[in-house]
């Protein structure tokens, strides 16, 4: 049964109380706003009412002033009298009677009769109409006269300046008009209820007609708003308040509750800060350090940042058993050595008659061509490749001097094979010292003469040091390339595939060596790669960190010992 993780548990338990509480106060805080925005919403359709009453009574009056002038009025008939006394008489009369009206109703700000027919047009207004208003509105009665059309409903007029609401009744040539302008309307609002609050007169289009109130200029997402139909729809009251308002209606009890449940929220988040820093924090760090541990970090020791005993005690107790376990382990280590050195003495052995089988053939070789001088000269730098090789190891030198050795290995091999192989050795300046396995390079360049000079051939040798970026590590890059033959499918799948053992022929020894001789230095795979180049050649490349895991003193070999 797979174990579950107490930190994971109470963690997510801290969660879920944390949630609640946070759901419960947002829960708290909609229903809080909600009520808050119905009473608001509830006062603004209660004001919208009111005020549309009163817009609606001066219609009416408007109206009524309207019947009054025109029914039962003779002057009105005098109008199209062939007299002109008679009409300028009759002009005055409704002129009289129109100035009565107004005083009385207070309704219309202006009142109109256009008899087209004689080119006459009356007019009474209060003083919040302009002369050039005035003059537009006899335009527009004088025009309604001329078309003939009965508008009994209200009708707009968009003024220069302002916006008119105006009715009329038409007879044949003769209109009469009530005229009131959509500021005037909207006038009589007291200025308390505009208070964060504005009102809007709409057309059946939806077009605005005037506004007033101190709200208007707020932005529409911040507003609450109401509307409520005038005149059969022909008009709309659109009254909207800012929502800003809603606190204020958010009763004492309410405002206590939401302060308990702030100061819940804030003890929790208090609590789970504790938590997570006393328990949850050092169980984590102690956690990781125990699998750091668990996993070969022998060096590394926990540590809490807890001030409680209990944390102290067991970081204590658990450092105590592992010094101890160290301790065993030490023991354990050291036979590993043992072995390890043993396992380096068999691959030494795998590298050492190879390399002096070729030595002896070259000798005997020169024997029979009877050139002594040159066998004088071969076996001077064999001396001094014996003297280096016998001190290989499980050990690194400085790349400087592998290098010095790879170039009089060329030499040796220049006597066996004349101009059969032209080297360039190309060195960063700067991995001159870094340090290589020993022989590492050396047996590189002897699989090429073993597998890629021929006799009476010639192949170029390109040997490039150079540091490298790596699997994320700064390591020296040794890359050996020719432009022989290649290597064969099945060495580079063994090589680059992990099956590197050498073959029951003999093949593949040197190869295998260096592969497993890195292994056993550096603690990691995969630092040798093989390829083939176009349109032909083998490529040897050879990634080397900057310091070797596993490492044995150098063993150094005089001239006497030979």
């Known amino acids: ?31 809080a706003y ?12 209660n004001y919208t009412s009111i005020y549309k009453s009163q817009i609606e009574n001066r219609l009416s009056r408007c109206t009524d002033v309207l019947s009054e002038l025109v029914y039962g009025n003779t002057d009105l008939d005098m109008l199209r009298s062939s007299s002109e ?27 109109l009769v256009a008899e087209a027919s004689q080119d006459l047009l009356v007019s009474v207004k209060d003083g919040g109409v302009t002369l050039a208003e005035e003059q537009e509105l006899k335009e527009l009665a004088m025009l309604t006269a001329t078309t003939g059309n009965q508008l009994w409903e209200w009708q707009v007029y968009q003024g220069t300046s302002r916006v008119y609401l105006y009715r009329a009744l038409v007879q044949e040539s003769r209109a009469v008009l009530a005229v009131v302008s959509a ?31 101190e709200g208007a200029d707020k932005p529409a997402r911040t507003m609450l708003s109401w509307g409520t139909p005038l005149e059969n729809g022909v008009f709309e009251l659109y009254g909207s308040q800012s929502r800003l308002d809603f606190f204020q209606q958010i009763s004492s009890y309410a405002v206590l509750l939401f302060g308990v449940l702030l100061v819940l929220v804030g003890f929790g988040l208090y609590y789970a800060r504790r938590t997570r820093q006393e328990l949850l924090l050092p169980m984590s760090q102690m956690t990781r350090d125990m699998e750091a541990i668990q996993n070969g ?36 280590y050291e036979k590993q050595l043992a072995l390890l050195d043993t396992e380096q003495k068999y691959i030494r052995l795998q590298i050492k008659p190879h390399f002096f089988l070729n030595a002896m053939s070259t000798i005997v070789g020169l024997s029979r061509s009877g050139k002594n001088a040159e066998i004088e000269t071969y076996i001077n730098a064999l001396s001094k490749n014996i003297r280096y090789m016998f001190a290989s190891g499980l050990h690194t ?25 032209l080297y360039f050795v190309d060195m960063d300046e700067s991995v001159r010292d870094w340090p290589v396995p020993q022989m590492l390079i050396h047996t590189l360049v002897e699989n090429e003469y073993k597998y890629a000079v021929t006799a009476g051939g010639q192949i170029m040798v390109l040997i490039k040091l150079c540091p490298a970026r790596w699997q994320g590590e700064e390591m020296l890059l ?69 310091r070797p895991v596993r490492e044995r003193l150098q063993m150094t070999i005089q001239e006497s010992d030979l």
């Open 397 to 421: 030198v400085p790349l400087q001097e592998e290098i010095r050795h790879v170039e009089n290995y060329f030499e040796m091999q220049e006597l066996k094979y004349p101009d059969g192989v």
């Open 1 to 31: 049964m797979k174990k579950k993780s107490f930190l994971h548990i109470l963690s997510v338990l801290m969660r879920i109380q944390m949630a609640m509480l946070a759901v419960v106060l947002a829960v708290f805080l909609v229903m």
């Open 297 to 332: 970090r022998l060096d590394l020791r926990i540590s809490t940042e807890s001030d409680s005993v209990e944390f102290q005690t067991l970081v204590d107790g658990f450092n105590r058993l592992v010094e101890e376990v160290v301790n065993l382990k030490i023991e354990s």
């Open 183 to 213: 500021e005037a309307l909207l006038s009589d609002f007291p200025a308390k209820a505009l208070s964060q609050t504005s009102f809007y007169l709409k057309d059946a289009a939806g077009q605005v007609l005037g506004q007033t109130g």
């Open 478 to 546: 040794v890359q050996v390339e020719d432009d022989g033959k290649g290597y064969p499918a099945q060495v580079l799948q063994s090589i680059n595939g992990g099956d590197a053992a050498p073959r029951a022929d003999g093949t593949r020894v040197g190869l295998a060596s260096i592969k497993r001789l890195l292994e056993l230095m550096y603690d990691r795979e995969g630092l040798l790669v093989l390829s083939n180049v176009q349109p032909h050649g083998a490529m040897s490349q050879v990634y080397i960190p900057a």
């Open 34 to 45: 909600r009520t808050a925005e119905d009473k608001q919403r509830t006062a603004l359709g």
């Open 85 to 111: 006394a008679e009409r300028q008489y009759a002009a005055v009369n409704l002129s009289n009677d129109m100035v009565s009206l107004m005083r009385i109703t207070e309704g219309p700000e202006l009142l």
